[in-house]
């Protein structure tokens, strides 16, 4: 007998665990969400990974309900009645049944080997299309940092890759490298996390098939300021995706009316730290500044860039981000003025 | 405690005892300086509960600070220190001891010996377990770091390489951490070596290994796990110490070290532990479930062997915790099948305490509800594990709430839950006084709530991305309410533990009073006074089956005929 669509236990387990879902706030929609949960997947990775995780509640849904029921029957016939004291019929075992409990599972785990390896093996070894984009990502303490190889520009904390179709897909493939401890990149709209590991040169793909902001966070503790190595991916259609490389790709912007800051910052320590094309700043410890105006959020994703936010920033990187590796430097409020005026012309 | 009470004559010495003196001091120095079983498993017993209530003090701190977005209740460092402290504490101050605990408390008197095989190597391990758990916690006071003195270790209880590295760890914070956990660790070896040994030589006549009582099976398995997987732990901690000090490369990855290393080293311990530590809640199980079921355990052979089987299958488990760092999909696909291969034997566990129950007359004291809470508990942690084992999937869970939300259904939904049911049946035997039951009974529900309102929720919060070891959040990530709820579902688990204290300290002196054989039991711990006396018995206990209390009660259908 072959039971009703709505009647069968996968069915009803995804049912309850959909209601649950709602219950806790979660928005059911296409595209970037506020709430980065992994049952709004947006890419192929997550999607594949969504189904699966149905096919795998069902099976241990039902595992559930047959168990539970079962536990709870017991619970309500066998409880002890009033007065009587006498022993019930004892039983030591039985091989039969003992086989059929070992047997069934034995052949659930099989399907359920199976269809996951299934999974992985489509996800980890997809061969990379010609029209793929490269990005290596290099975690840092407490920041991203994307260099695209082939247009040559370095991105830092915001990710921009272009949209991807599902008839011409143009992915992502991501190089995961860090520079100091283990990282995590985690945008859970997009893919699952893999980790970045010094000497340890990871891979992972996403193709994005909406636009808009995707966030996410580290995945892996990598100190103080864990919490706050925020992901932000940015999905652009392909004409927004050439102007902003074309963007990033100028140095940086020689503005006249800021020269005063810009001496602040090539005289001060700033340039140990910071790179701004086409300057004599070119340190490599800190995010590049070429076109820090660019960016919508200050110290990865904590802070919208205002001027306000970035002269409190520089003031004292505590304020937003307490024991970020960014030292404050003491300036003067004029030097903070002057030399937030000069990030400012940095588009 | 008249002899005749006893069901095996003779097990006391009648004589009367030697006068002692009594002044605070000598019974101090009583308790420092004694070898006895009982009072080891005891201080064992009282460690565990003193850190259980370090280490939920520090989870309560934690949870006000994450109970809303964006707050400023303690600091990002003082954040990161609780929460490594958190699980160090709970894992090896907690979780450990209460394997010894139980080990020493009950195996002597369950095999019918009068101690265990090594007296006073169980008194070194569990001053050196003691001493190593005070020397963690005194970096708090003492521990110069990097923000001044009072740093306590705050690189998570994993301490990932490199961060671990002087480069980013600098100060002696993690330190204290990995010298503790040798100093701990070796304790931890000499109690698991006299388990075994007590287990294997010390069992009375006519107690063959097949008649020897689940608790202790499930302990000997236990000790053996635990010598092949705290080796590996001391042995990493130890190239951890010459790395930061002797200028050694191990896991020193800005001069060519591998963290990959420490991974494997560290989950090659780290997933076996887990086992360790659960072992002991389904000794208790097989205890407390068919006294309470009036039932004898269903399959016992097959228990033994599925213990004997999750031993093994732990082994070859540990890179399931390594989803996420790239290994090959070949090695993703072999972790993936050892690890639901872990699910059969544990799932005949499950199925044979059912039947346990199935046809019983089941009796519903506090021991018992805690034991039915674990069964619950422990079939969804193991359904999660399965979903956690799922390689694609697990790259999304790792490291999230969800992860944190299954392993405190394993540590508090199980263990814990079986730890108080334990204590509930087996406190008349050690002091001789009855738990209250009704005190019983309010800490079993609210614990109970608390527990499902706090981990139920935290599964959410990971299928939304919320990741673990994070000291705030953004308001605009939607995870406040879920937060919120958890943060309550822990101070009701709080006021429950509570509870449980005081029935603890109120039951010690004003318990109804038990008498040897109050719930009725039949494995040999019930044939000797309560609290029992030093010698434990007077005569040996001559043994039969598996149950030798039930062929005494009922020497019409004794056990042995059917075994």
Redesign the interface.
């Known amino acids: 007998m072959k039971l009703p669509g709505w009647l069968r236990v996968g069915r009803i387990a995804r049912l309850v665990f959909v209601v649950a879902l709602l219950l806790s706030g979660y928005a059911f929609a296409d595209g970037p969400q506020a709430t980065p949960s992994i049952y709004a997947p947006a890419s192929t990775p997550a999607s594949e990974i969504d189904h699966l995780s149905f096919f795998v509640l069902e099976i241990t849904g039902a595992i559930f309900v047959v168990v539970a029921g079962l536990l709870t029957y017991v619970i309500l016939r066998f409880r002890a009645k009033g007065s009587d004291d006498s022993e019930p019929a004892q039983i030591y075992g039985s091989n039969q049944v003992e086989l059929a409990w070992t047997v069934i599972p034995v052949l659930i785990v099989v399907v359920l080997f199976l269809t996951t390896a299934r999974v992985i093996f489509a996800i980890q070894d997809a061969p990379q299309p010609q029209a793929a984009l490269n990005v290596t990502v290099v975690g840092h303490q407490f920041w991203w940092e994307y260099r695209y190889p082939k247009q040559g520009i370095v991105a830092v904390n915001e990710l921009h890759v272009p949209v991807s179709d599902t008839t011409h897909p143009s992915p992502t493939y991501l190089k995961l490298l860090s520079a100091d401890v283990d990282h995590s990149f985690w945008v859970p709209q997009l893919a699952g996390k893999f980790d970045l590991i010094p000497n340890h040169p990871n891979d992972m793909w996403i193709d994005p098939l909406h636009t808009g902001v995707y966030v996410g966070q580290c995945g892996q503790f990598c100190g103080v300021q864990h919490a706050n190595m925020l992901l932000r991916v940015y999905v652009d259609t392909p004409e927004q995706f050439a102007a902003w490389v074309a963007n990033q790709a100028k140095p940086g912007v020689q503005d006249p009316t800021a020269a005063e800051g810009r001496h602040v910052f090539e005289t001060e320590a700033c340039m140990n730290c910071h790179t701004v094309q086409g300057t004599a700043a070119t340190g490599r410890f800190g995010p590049d500044l070429t076109h820090l105006m660019s960016r919508d959020t200050l110290a990865s994703g904590v802070k919208p860039n205002t001027r306000d936010n970035l002269r409190e920033w520089i003031r004292n990187p505590d304020t937003f981000k307490p024991g970020s590796l960014m030292p404050a430097m003491q300036l003067s409020d004029n030097q903070l003025d002057q030399v937030t005026t000069y990030l400012e012309t940095l588009k | 405690m008249a002899d005749q009470t006893l069901p095996i004559h003779g097990s006391l010495d009648l004589t009367p005892p030697r006068e002692q003196e009594n002044t605070w001091l000598d019974i101090l120095h009583d308790w420092v300086i004694t070898v006895d079983h009982k009072k080891l498993g005891l201080m064992y017993m009282m460690m565990a509960i003193f850190f259980l209530l370090v280490g939920g003090a520090e989870a309560i701190l934690i949870r006000i600070q994450l109970a809303v977005p964006d707050h400023h209740f303690i600091?990002?460092?003082t954040f990161?220190r609780l929460f490594t402290m958190h699980g160090t504490t709970m894992v090896f101050l907690v979780g450990m001891p209460l394997v010894f605990a139980w080990g020493n408390y009950i195996i002597p008197l369950q095999v019918g010996a009068r101690d265990m095989a090594f007296p006073r190597l169980n008194a070194f391990s569990f001053w050196l377990t003691l001493l190593g758990g005070l020397f963690l916690y005194y970096s708090f006071i003492g521990g110069p770091g990097l923000y001044g003195t009072g740093s306590a270790p705050?690189?998570?209880w994993?301490a990932?390489a490199?961060?671990t590295a002087r480069a980013?760890s600098p100060g002696n914070a993690t330190d204290y951490w990995a010298l503790a956990l040798i100093v701990t660790g070796f304790g931890t070896l000499g109690g698991g070596i006299n388990i075994i040994a007590t287990a294997i030589s010390m069992r009375c006549k006519g107690m063959t290994l097949m008649r020897m009582p689940l608790f202790t099976w499930l302990l000997l398995v236990d000790s053996g796990l635990l010598l092949v997987t705290i080796t590996p732990l001391t042995a990493a901690q130890i190239m951890l110490v010459i790395d930061r000090y002797l200028g050694a490369h191990f896991f020193d990855?800005?001069a060519?070290?591998?963290?990959?290393l420490w991974m494997h080293f560290f989950w090659i311990f780290g997933h076996p532990e887990v086992y360790v530590l659960v072992f002991p809640a389904f000794a208790i199980a097989s205890e407390v479930i068919p006294v309470f079921?009036?039932?004898?355990i269903?399959?016992?052979?097959?228990m033994v062997a599925a213990s004997v089987g999750i031993g093994f299958v732990s082994l070859g488990v540990w890179a399931h915790h390594m989803f996420?760092?790239?290994m090959t999909?070949a090695g993703?696909?072999f972790f993936?099948?050892s690890t639901?291969?872990v699910?059969?034997p544990t799932?005949?566990k499950?199925?044979?305490w059912?039947?346990t129950?199935?046809?019983?007359?089941?009796?519903?004291h506090t021991p018992m509800l805690f034991c039915?809470g674990f069964?619950?508990q422990f079939?969804?942690a193991g359904?999660?594990g399965?979903?956690l084992?799922?390689?694609?999937?697990?790259?999304?869970?790792?490291?999230?709430y969800f992860v944190i939300a299954h392993f405190h259904y394993v540590l508090v939904g199980a263990i814990v839950f079986n730890v108080f049911a334990g204590i509930y049946y087996w406190f008349p035997k050690a002091t001789g006084r009855m738990m209250n039951e009704t005190l019983g009974k309010w800490h079993f529900w609210l614990f109970f709530i608390g527990f499902h309102v706090t981990f139920d929720?935290m599964h959410?919060a990971g299928?939304?991305?919320m990741?673990?070891?994070?000291?705030?959040?953004?308001a605009?990530?939607?995870?406040a309410?879920?937060n919120l709820v958890i943060s309550i579902g822990g101070v009701i688990q709080a006021v429950a533990v509570l509870i449980f204290a005081f029935n603890l300290f109120w039951s010690l002196f004003k318990g109804k009073i038990a008498g040897n054989d109050p719930w009725d039991a039949w494995t040999l711990e019930w044939a000797t006074s309560s609290p029992p006396p030093v010698y434990n018995f007077a005569t040996d206990p001559v043994v039969h089956s598996r149950r030798p209390l039930w062929d005494l009660k009922?020497p019409e259908?004794p056990?042995w005929k059917?075994?």
């Open positions: 600091s990002p460092q990161n705050d690189v998570t994993w990932y490199p961060l980013f990855t800005q060519g070290g591998q963290a990959y079921s009036r039932k004898a269903f399959g016992y052979p097959a996420t760092v790239g999909s993703n696909a993936v099948l639901m291969l699910g059969i799932g005949i499950i199925f044979n059912v039947a129950m199935w046809g019983g007359k089941i009796r519903f039915v069964l619950f079939l969804i359904l999660t399965i979903m084992s799922v390689a694609p999937w697990n790259w999304q869970l790792h490291g999230s929720t959410f299928l939304e991305g990741p673990r070891w994070i000291y705030t959040y953004p605009d990530r939607g995870w309410h879920l009922h259908d056990d059917y075994e």
